[in-house]
Antibody, heavy 120, light 110 residues
């Protein structure tokens, strides 16, 4: 069974930092690209970042470029999102999402999500 | 404002059929395949349709989808109460250089 479990969310002040983690199991993590997708309260889905299986390709949505860094540890089957200079508009549930075809917006398995709240 | 436009809401009665549209442009739907996800309140999204009209094995054939030009649509037949959820279309956008989601449609089964 494919499992994706996010952690690391919480309340942080504007300008602060958080590091999200996603522990995976049930599949060969090192063979898949991975994504972070977020959902602001009461809003729709927004793709945030992508990392290829070998970490050689990294992509970010414009609003987080220069502030967020995606990374992975294939030895530990884990995905990460380092979020710096956080803003109120970054408040959202962040989902760890397995990639099928990034260039067609096709994802298959999603974690349960972790809430990040940016507020003073 | 998403590059993909969906109606914010749709509704139908049990047993009826309903269609949800997803309108885009040549930089997204017109040049790439469309996928659909559904999301029950308080849960993570799940893949419903991929590559314009393909269903994962575990998805019932009450769900169908199609694409024409720069628009796509999701059809649900024989509505059931458990179909009440949010539905999102997604594809790649050449201008944004990344995946893009529609704004989502809340389906209510009356």
């Amino acid at each position: 069974e494919v499992l994706l479990v996010e952690s690391g969310g919480g309340l942080v002040q504007p300008g602060g930092s958080l590091r999200l983690a996603c522990a995976t199991s049930g599949f060969t993590f090192s063979s898949y690209g991975m994504n972070w997708v977020r959902q602001a309260p009461g809003k729709g889905l927004e793709w945030v970042s992508y990392i290829s299986y070998g970490s050689d390709t990294l992509h970010y949505t414009d609003s987080v470029k220069g502030r967020f860094t995606i990374s992975r540890d294939n030895a530990k089957d884990s995905l990460f999102l380092q979020m710096n200079s956080l803003r109120a508009e970054d408040t959202a549930v962040y989902y760890c999402v397995r990639d099928v075809n990034y260039y067609e917006g096709l994802f298959d398995y999603w974690g349960q999500g972790v809430l990040v709240t940016v507020s003073s | 404002q998403s590059a993909l436009t969906q109606p914010p809401s749709a509704s139908g009665t049990p047993g009826q059929g309903v269609t949800i549209s997803c309108s885009g442009s040549s930089s997204n739907i017109g040049g790439h395949t469309v996928n659909w996800y559904y999301q029950l309140p308080g849960t993570a999204p799940k893949l419903l349709i991929y590559s314009d009209d393909q269903r994962p094995l575990e998805v019932t054939d009450r769900f169908s989808a199609s694409k024409s030009g720069t628009s796509a649509s999701l059809g649900i037949s024989g509505l059931q109460s458990e179909d009440e959820a949010y539905y999102y279309c997604t594809t790649w956008d050449d201008n944004l250089n990344g995946p893009v989601f529609g704004g989502g449609t809340k389906l209510t089964v009356l």
